[in-house]
């Protein structure tokens, strides 16, 4: 008998990108808690920063990037149990 091995879905998925206006950080998670959310430069500069309270299951934040420069970013999720970081293009 087969076994199927999975591997551990990433966490989070950042959409669109490259981006215009906004992205959405698309994110599971198996329990109820908070998240925290930091946008960086890529000079590591801290651009902004939130909290969240996620809900088990599929869980969409919507960020607004309009006064942000054209250019290259970090964005990080982190939890309780896992941090994730993705890059994406503001144009």
Do not use: C, R
Not at 62 to 74: A, K, N, R, V
């Amino acid at each position: 008998m087969g076994y199927i091995i999975q591997e551990q879905q990433e966490l989070l998925l950042i959409a669109p990108n490259p981006t215009t206006e906004k992205i959405k950080a698309i994110f599971f998670l198996e329990k109820n808690e908070n998240i925290w959310f930091y946008i960086y430069d890529l000079q590591g500069k801290l651009l902004y920063n939130s909290d969240f309270e996620g809900k088990i299951g599929h869980n969409v934040s919507e960020f607004d990037l309009q006064s942000y420069p054209t250019g290259i970013y970090i964005f990080k999720l982190e939890n309780s149990q896992k941090v994730e970081v993705k890059k994406f293009v503001k144009n």
